[in-house]
């Protein structure tokens, strides 16, 4: 497949820049990635659509203008260690290692995690660290992260990761009791003190922990 690169540029103005979506770094960097390599060959046509894709095993690589939108909410700078939860096709671990950062994501199925693994080997991206485990506990060896991005959607915080989050550090999760009502929470620690905000409503698959919920 040639590298589709004018469906990208579109993508970007149409459906990220057109919402006000202004960081740079974050428009360069999906500007550059190949979506289309994050998706199977046969919804590869699709990837530059307005909207998520289904990825095997339920899950899926979110809508660009949620990837976007999360990696400017974030606020990364080059060189920051982000952690992620819920590698899925590794496309947003990709985006935030494009833009510089030192990227640790946790996948907790296996079929997803070797595949991604897979891709970034293809792509020569040997920066992004993967793991395979239960992301709710976080990534303690590693700690703390700078940032942390949270791809899927629980009705609590996990306590291990605010735990792990950097002083000062900021972390988005989607939180809600289900798909159809949930909240992208921006969480700020800053001198001992945890601050949450509502950025607004959100649907992202479950997050899938050993928490009883
Ligand atoms: N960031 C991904 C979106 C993936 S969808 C992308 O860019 O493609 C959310 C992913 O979170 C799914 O792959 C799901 O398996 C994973 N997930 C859900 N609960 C998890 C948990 N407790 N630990 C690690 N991964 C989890």
Known sequence: ???????????????????????????????????????EEALAYKAY???PLPIG?????????????????LEVKPEMKVLEIGTGSGYQAAVLAQMGADVYT???????????????????MFSVKLKLDDGT????????????IVTAGGPEVPEPLVAQL???GRML????????????????KRDGKVTRTDKGSVAFVDLVGNHGW
């Open 49 to 51: 659509t307005d909207g």
């Open 57 to 73: 095993e339920g899950q899926t690589i979110s809508q660009p203008y949620i990837v976007a939108l999360m990696s400017e909410l």
């Open 166 to 168: 950097a002083d000062p």
């Open 173 to 188: 999760i989607p939180v809600g009791a289900s798909k159809r009502n949930q909240s992208l929470i921006l969480i700020e």
């Open 1 to 39: 497949m040639v590298d589709p690169v004018r469906p990208r540029e579109r993508m970007v103005r149409e459906q990220i820049e057109a919402r006000g979506v202004t960081d740079k770094a974050v428009l360069s960097a999906m500007r550059t990635l190949p979506r289309h390599l994050f998706v």
């Open 106 to 124: 946790v996948e907790r199925i296996k079929k997803l995690f070797f595949a991604a693994r897979k891709r970034f080997m293809g792509m020569r």
């Open 137 to 148: 506990l976080g990534w303690t060896d590693e700690a703390p992260y700078d940032r942390i």
